[in-house]
């Protein structure tokens, strides 16, 4: 059965959706996004989202095409138009289309901005057995653009990057950057030695995670230490644990980095026990 999507104000069975050719987000990549988890049919940290929508936004000067409320409601109901109860809602803003190619940036006053959302239903989404066994990751070279925490829709050397993992037979890639990790392909890195919480300070150089900022709170609630600090892949190799988060993986076990074992070689207590109060604690406050 097609999904119900949404397109500039239009909820359309997917087969009918449409963007102009001459939207910047196809021609330059001129666009920002967010992925919203679903559990329980409910949407986890939102409100984290949202605000870090508005952020991204500004920082690329576009105009939001509705309010925050607005944004809610168009959620909700593509949740219960696709009867999603585990799964993901992906937003996407481009600058619009303003007419033929051109480098120059449209008037954000007199150029309306696309607005794009779909839902992917992810059944088993929580239980996630590979959280279980924990994933492999190798190392990249980190050549992206330097305003990383602006969550923008250019993912081309991330897929890149998530590809080069496949063919070397691992799950991920984390990208490595003056010789320490900033991030992995699409999610934020972590080690655990001695019981303590390491991983990168916020700065332009990663994405300000959502997930991220929730599981280093739930951390320090459950009297965990945390090291905002930067690593490198030796340091990872020779850590008690490591793992990543994301709003689509949660709190996601690391049991080998560049083919060496990590810890035990099986996922730790620290990434297992966080995973469980991240889990425990966004169905409490989803809405």
Same mark, same amino acid.
């Given at each position: $059965? ?7 104000? *239009?909820?359309?069975?997917? *087969? ?34 949202? !605000?870090?929508?508005e952020r991204s936004l500004g920082e690329l000067e $576009? ?6 409320? *607005? ?23 481009? =600058?619009?289309? /303003? ?6 940036? /449209?008037? /954000?006053?007199?150029?309306?901005? +696309? &607005? ?18 924990? &994933? ?7 050549? #992206?653009?330097? =305003? #990383?925490?602006?969550? +923008? ?9 998530? $590809? ?7 799950d991920d890639a984390w990208l490595v950057e003056d010789? !320490? ?9 972590? &080690? ?13 150089? &990663? ?26 892949? *030796?340091?990872a190799q020779g850590a008690d644990e490591a793992f ?7 709190? $996601? ?15 730790? /207590?620290?990434?297992?026990?966080? =995973? ?12």
């Open positions: $059965m097609s999904r119900t999507v949404y397109v500039n104000g *239009e909820y359309l069975p997917e *087969e009918e959706a449409k963007v102009s050719i001459f939207d910047r987000g196809f021609l330059m990549a001129d666009g920002v996004y967010e992925v919203t988890s679903v559990l329980d049919g409910k949407l986890v940290d939102f409100e984290g989202h949202a !605000k870090r929508l $576009m105009k939001a095409p509705c309010t925050t409320g *607005e944004l809610l409601e168009i959620h909700r109901e593509l949740v219960a138009r696709n009867g999603i109860e585990e799964g993901m809602i992906y937003l996407q803003i481009t =600058r619009g289309s /303003p007419g033929d190619r051109d480098f120059v940036f /449209p008037d /954000p006053e007199t150029t309306a901005p +696309t &607005i794009v959302l779909f839902t992917q239903n992810k059944p088993g989404l929580a239980d996630n057995p590979v959280a279980k066994q924990g &994933i492999s990751v190798i190392s990249i070279e980190d050549i #992206r653009w330097g =305003r #990383r925490d602006i969550k +923008t829709v250019q993912l081309l050397y991330p897929s890149m990057g998530k $590809m080069m993992a496949k063919k070397a037979g691992a010789g !320490k990790v900033t991030e992995g392909t699409s999610n934020n890195a972590y &080690i655990v030695k001695g019981g303590k919480i390491i991983t990168r300070a916020l700065s332009n150089d &990663i994405l300000h995670g959502i997930t991220r900022a929730a599981v280093l709170r739930f951390a320090r609630e459950a009297q965990m230490e945390v090291e905002e600090r930067s690593f490198s892949i *030796e340091e990543f988060t994301s709003a689509s993986a949660f709190v $996601m076990p690391v049991v080998k980095i560049d083919g060496a074992e990590v810890g035990t070689g099986k996922p730790g /207590p620290v990434a297992a026990r966080l =995973r469980e109060i991240y889990l425990d604690e966004s169905r409490k406050t989803a809405i």
